[in-house]
């Protein structure tokens, strides 16, 4: 019944107004499935590789649609990910394209569930999942690579750890972000937003752990329940190699100066989450970091560990970090991805299921997020393309699918 009968692929366009690749997958029996790929901005180097999207689409055609169609049964995920390995033929899926490999493995798994009349988080996680839910993280300020002329540090995120239910959850991270634009406008900050939707206001990072710490405090005090902070450094962005430091705007951190203030800033802000905080080659320093403050709070790799086995089996190897940004289109096929948070879960590393910056309204993260009662999901606060993750845990948790 879910044998694949049809992959056809095309260009959107995705939230940053940039070109990516939507596939569908039919099946046999009429199952349908539509996925696309999102794209990053902030990219580690040991990531799958994204191709142009005509190229990718072109590349996907040729090689990958024969073998799949007629061939291959989408309610088996592991054989379509192992045909689009084998018909891209490199590690990194430079042939392919991540962007149309994970297009399709996503399109696949969708189609699966449709044929079974399942969720896909059902269809991935099985019967018993749906009854536990990741704890959102809101970008609420931001900068890096996402926003011109705005904080160092890449994301400010709220992270609502007492919410009684996803929906509480998710609202008051939106609760954040309005709050967040309220003590901005009483400093008289001006803000844009980012790619990701959080405020790009041009203040400093100290400025910044100022207004989410009184916008979470604010929000805490409606809610009645916690509200912690999170952050992404993407400390790979700020490291300069030559010089063996970390750049900020104002001044510049050695390796040592840059774990002993991530630790600071554990302390100081009762950080619950701490992405990226070092460069992605520098396990040593992870383990570090990890040793200081891993009883304290999540330290998580993502251009680090790239979703990539081999990778995050060397971290647990060395102790560096105990937990794990999960993006499917850094590795490229949905079973990867699974992978990659298995080994995870076996060792105690905490996997936390991501959107990219570049993103559009498709779900599947959400799903895969629930289907591996990952601890978290990073996929913003407000914006469409971020909503539409957001909305879709509402359902789930509402059992609406
Ligand atoms: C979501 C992120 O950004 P990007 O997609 O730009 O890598 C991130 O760094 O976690
Ligand atoms: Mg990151």
New binding site residues.
């Given amino acids: 019944m879910t044998l694949i009968t049809d992959v056809r692929l095309r260009e959107i366009l995705d939230s940053r107004g940039n070109p990516t690749v939507e596939a569908d997958v039919v099946t046999e029996s009429g199952g349908f499935g539509r996925a696309a790929a999102?794209?990053?901005?902030?990219?580690?180097e040991y990531e799958a590789v994204e191709r142009p999207t005509g190229e990718a689409i072109a590349a996907a055609r040729e090689r990958a649609v024969p073998r799949l169609v007629g061939e291959a049964y989408a309610g088996n995920q592991r054989e379509v990910d192992a045909i689009l390995r084998a018909a891209d033929g490199t590690d990194t899926f430079s042939e392919l394209g991540a962007n149309s490999a994970v297009a399709i493995s996503m399109a696949a798994a969708k189609a699966g569930a449709d044929v079974l009349g399942a969720p896909l988080f059902q269809h991935l996680g099985g019967t018993f999942r749906g009854e536990t839910f990741p704890t959102p993280l809101g970008n609420v300020v931001g900068g890096g690579?996402?926003a011109a002329d705005a904080t160092d540090i890449?994301?400010f995120l709220a992270a609502p750890v007492g919410a009684p239910s996803v929906q509480d959850a998710v609202f008051a991270n939106a609760a954040v972000h309005a709050a967040v634009a309220d003590i901005l406008d009483e400093r008289g900050e001006p803000a844009g937003k980012g790619?990701?939707g959080a405020w790009a206001p041009s203040i400093t990072d100290a400025e910044a752990f100022e207004v989410v710490d009184e916008a979470v405090n604010r929000v805490e005090n409606e809610v009645g329940f916690e509200v912690g902070i999170g952050l992404?450094v993407?400390a790979a962005e700020l490291y300069d190699a030559d010089a063996g430091e970390y750049v900020y705007s104002d001044r510049t951190r050695s390796t040592d100066e840059q774990i002993a203030y991530v630790a600071d800033l554990v302390s100081e802000y009762d950080l619950v989450y701490v992405?990226?905080p070092l460069d992605e080659d520098d396990y040593e320093a992870y383990a570090d970091l990890t040793d200081r403050v891993g009883d304290q709070t999540l330290v998580c790799g993502?251009?680090l560990f790239v979703t990539n086995v081999d990778r995050l089996r060397e971290g647990i190897d060395r102790g560096a970090a105990n937990s794990i940004?999960i993006?499917p289109n850094q590795i490229g096929t949905l079973s990867d991805a699974f992978d990659a948070i298995e080994l995870a879960t076996e060792h105690g590393y905490e996997a936390v299921v991501?959107?990219?910056?570049?993103e559009t309204e498709d779900t599947t993260i959400a799903h895969l997020a629930v289907a591996t009662d990952a601890a978290f999901i990073?996929t913003g606060a407000v914006g469409g393309e971020r909503t539409a993750k957001l909305n879709e845990l509402i359902r789930i948790e509402d059992d609406a699918i």
């Fill in positions: 999102p794209s990053g901005a902030s990219t580690g690579e996402h890449q994301e790619d990701e992404d993407a992405e990226d993502d251009d940004l993006k991501s959107h990219r910056s570049g990073k």
